[in-house]
């Protein structure tokens, strides 16, 4: 999460199961790839599995 940042409208939504789902947007403001494979990642990481 951005440090001392609140959420805006758009940053995520919550999925069927209640989970808090990050957007490109947010991806975006973070600035970097996080590379845990998340659902709307702009910068192209794929999580392969073993």
């Not at 991806?27 to 845990?36: E, Q, T, V």
Request: net charge positive; glycine share 10%.
């Amino acid at each position: 999460m951005l440090e001392g940042k609140e959420f805006e409208a758009g940053d995520f939504y919550m999925s069927p199961e209640g989970y808090k789902v990050f957007t490109e947007q947010y991806h975006l403001k973070r600035g970097s790839c996080c590379l845990s494979g998340c659902r709307h990642c702009p910068y192209d990481f794929k999580k392969t599995k073993k």
